[in-house]
Nanobody, 128 residues
Framework: QVQLVESGGGLVQPGGSLRLSCAAS????????MGWFRQAPGKEREFVAR????????WYLDSVKGRFTISRDNAKNTVYLQMNTLKPEDTAVYFC?????????????????????WGQGTQVTVSS
């Protein structure tokens, strides 16, 4: 079992920044690839970013490239999502997710079904 707890959401004006954190427990963190997803009201959940076990590789949704940065600190069992230049369309509940499989095909990284554990979500609202 892996427990995930997100924090750092809130209300921010367009153009502002937020940093989300996700603290993991229950498994050696360096064995878990981590992802961030989001779900806006009335929309399906969508992939935002993924980071490899070592932190050496990252992947992003096209619309957040250059604005969002995923990172991890394996000593603190925590993954982060730094969000800059936020837009109203970034408003959503953001979820972190853990992929414990030793081998996941890269063409499946954006699928929620490959992630085994999920946090409860944290609300991000971008509005003036």
């Amino acid at each position: 079992q892996v427990q995930l707890v997100e924090s750092g959401g809130g209300l921010v004006q367009p153009g502002g920044s937020l940093r989300l954190s996700c603290a993991a427990s229950g498994r050696t963190f360096s064995t878990i690839a981590m992802g961030w997803f989001r779900q806006a009201p009335g929309k399906e959940r969508e992939f935002v970013a993924r980071i490899s076990r070592s932190g050496g590789s990252t992947w992003y949704l096209d619309s957040v490239k250059g604005r969002f940065t995923i990172s991890r600190d394996n000593a603190k069992n925590t993954v982060y999502l730094q969000m800059n230049t936020l837009k109203p369309e970034d408003t959503a509940v953001y979820f972190c997710a853990a992929d414990i499989s030793p081998v996941t095909s890269p063409n499946k990284y954006e699928l929620g079904s490959v992630y085994d554990y999920w946090g409860q979500g944290t609300q991000v609202t971008v509005s003036s």
